[in-house]
């Protein structure tokens, strides 16, 4: 789906040293990764914290080897990877939907961690008509290179925000009119049971975790796959192409 806010093409790259991360912060990059030597201070430490404060960049704080198998570069104890994609705000997607007249479905996925899943669902997601993807800033699958060619470029096409306050987000959505429809097994409702006509926001839990339990508590509607064989579950790439087209099915009129 189409937006003035389209993510932009940039080139993957790591920034190495602590000033060379600190002006591409400034510079108004994406990070999509930031890691920071254990136990490392200075001034220009400090400022980078800061800024990380300021830009609401989280780090990862981790042992020099693990620095060193990155690059052999001088990295000064930091090491910052940029992000492929811009990422949105849902904040400024929803009101473009309505403005346009379109019934907003949007794909929320909590904590995939897998880049090839990641990847994939993007290209499911894409091809269903989905509006944008809505993904934690903090245990979700980087958005790397794989993700990009797994995504079949839809990763360039498809809005993807990211947010801090990921709960905040899931309320927001439904603040605005969406209904939540949480794809789980902790329901005996399965998928076409709800109505994905009205404006929906689907979420996908991990398949290590599934949905994390403050979602179920004020989703609208659970909803499972019906499973028929002995093998208990789909991919979640998988799940997720078969709960979004029951929506593009629903969404989709009769052929005269």
Same mark, same amino acid.
């Given at each position: 789906?189409a937006?003035n806010?389209r ?7 790591m920034?190495?040293?602590?000033r060379?991360?600190v002006e591409a ?8 990764a930031?890691?920071?030597q254990?136990?490392i201070?200075?001034?220009l ?7 990380m404060n300021?830009?609401q960049?989280?780090?990862q704080?981790?042992?020099?080897e693990?620095l060193?198998r ?16 811009v ?20 794909l929320v996925?909590?904590?995939i961690t *897998?880049?090839?899943?990641?990847? &994939?669902i993007?290209?499911?997601? =894409?091809c269903? /008509?989905v509006?944008a993807i809505? #993904? ?5 699958a980087?958005i790397?290179?794989?993700a ?9 096409k498809?809005p993807v925000?990211?947010?801090?306050n990921?709960?905040?987000?899931v309320?927001?959505?439904?603040e605005?009119g969406l209904?939540?429809v949480?794809?789980?097994?902790k329901t ?6 709800? *109505?994905y006509?009205v404006?929906? &926001?689907?979420?996908?839990g991990? =398949?290590?975790? /599934?949905?994390?339990?403050?979602? #179920?508590?004020?989703s ?14 789909l991919?979640v790439?998988?799940?997720t192409?078969?709960i979004l087209y ?5 969404r989709?009129?009769?052929?005269p």
């Amino acid at each position: 789906m189409a937006f003035n806010s389209r993510p932009q093409r940039e080139s993957n790259q790591m920034v190495f040293g602590i000033r060379a991360v600190v002006e591409a912060i400034r510079s108004g990059k994406e990070i999509e990764a930031l890691f920071i030597q254990r136990g490392i201070g200075g001034g220009l430490i400090q400022e980078l914290k800061e800024l990380m404060n300021e830009y609401q960049i989280t780090a990862q704080q981790v042992p020099v080897e693990k620095l060193n198998r990155i690059t052999q570069k001088n990295h000064q104890g930091v090491i910052a990877v940029i992000s492929p994609i811009v990422y949105q705000k849902i904040e400024n997607i929803i009101p473009e939907v309505f403005e346009k007249g379109e019934t907003p479905l949007i794909l929320v996925l909590d904590s995939i961690t *897998d880049v090839r899943n990641m990847g &994939a669902i993007a290209r499911t997601a =894409e091809c269903a /008509g989905v509006h944008a993807i809505v #993904i934690p800033a903090k245990g979700s699958a980087q958005i790397n290179p794989d993700a990009i060619k797994t995504s079949a470029g839809a990763l360039y096409k498809i809005p993807v925000c990211r947010h801090d306050n990921f709960m905040q987000t899931v309320r927001f959505l439904q603040e605005s009119g969406l209904q939540l429809v949480c794809c789980t097994e902790k329901t005996q409702d399965n998928i076409y049971t709800p *109505d994905y006509t009205v404006p929906t &926001a689907i979420v996908m839990g991990s =398949e290590e975790d /599934g949905i994390r339990n403050e979602i #179920i508590r004020i989703s609208d509607h659970l909803a499972k796959i019906p499973m028929f064989g002995e093998i208990e579950s789909l991919n979640v790439s998988v799940s997720t192409g078969v709960i979004l087209y029951e929506a593009v099915r629903q969404r989709t009129p009769p052929a005269p």
